[in-house]
């Protein structure tokens, strides 16, 4: 059954916040590990009456609801990556939201915005605008800004984005992980890690 039938449920048939069974789940609001036993239930009838298939549990951290149909899966789904310090402004905002896309299975957006943010990396750090992506790319690299062994995965990244700009190709769950991997661990090299030890005058 699909799980629509569920997001669409009369509100009058699910019943009130009440002891479940125990779940544990990575909070899709708030990205924390947390074991629930609140939450709200409806049953396998129409009318919401029958044995419980569909929960929305509620996180023990933000208190958001978790909602769990009854194919098993979650939603949101916890957002890939992990934040990172000391990112600018602008650039954080694009990771945050390439990571928010991947909460939503929308995965060719994720993709996008992480080739974006190449270019957006390569002109904060010095590299003039309106310049073709291969150029970035290459600017990136030959500037140290790739930890050493590292163009291939910025290479793989411009693939990656021109297949999900240019051609009829949908993204999957596995591309857009290993590319926000990647950015991630990119920003960490740029801008956490230098910052982790004060600068010497």
């Known amino acids: 059954m699909s799980d629509n039938r569920f ?39 129409g009318d919401g009456s029958g044995k419980l298939v569909a929960f929305a549990y509620i996180c023990a951290n933000c208190r958001g609801p978790v909602f769990f149909p009854p194919t098993g899966s979650q939603y949101p789904t916890a957002a890939f990556g992990k934040p990172v310090a000391h990112v600018p402004k602008e650039l954080d905002a694009l990771y945050e939201e390439a990571r928010r896309c991947t909460s939503s299975n929308a995965f060719t957006g994720s993709v996008l915005l992480c080739r974006k943010m190449l270019m957006n990396i390569a002109v904060q750090e010095g590299a003039k605008e309106g310049l073709k992506f291969i150029e970035y790319v290459n600017y990136l ?61």
């Open 141 to 201: 690299s030959d500037k140290g800004f790739v930890p050493p062994n590292g163009k291939h995965w910025v290479d793989h990244i411009r693939k990656r984005g021109n297949e999900a700009t240019h051609e009829i190709s949908v993204m999957t769950e596995a591309d857009a992980k290993e590319l926000v991997g990647f950015v991630e661990m990119l920003l960490r090299f740029i801008y956490e890690f230098p910052n982790l030890i004060p600068k010497t005058p």
């Open 7 to 45: 997001f669409r449920e009369d509100a009058t048939r699910w019943k009130a916040l009440m002891d479940l069974p125990s779940r544990s789940f990575t909070c899709g609001f708030c990205g924390t590990y947390v074991a629930s036993v609140k939450g709200y239930a409806v049953g396998e009838h």
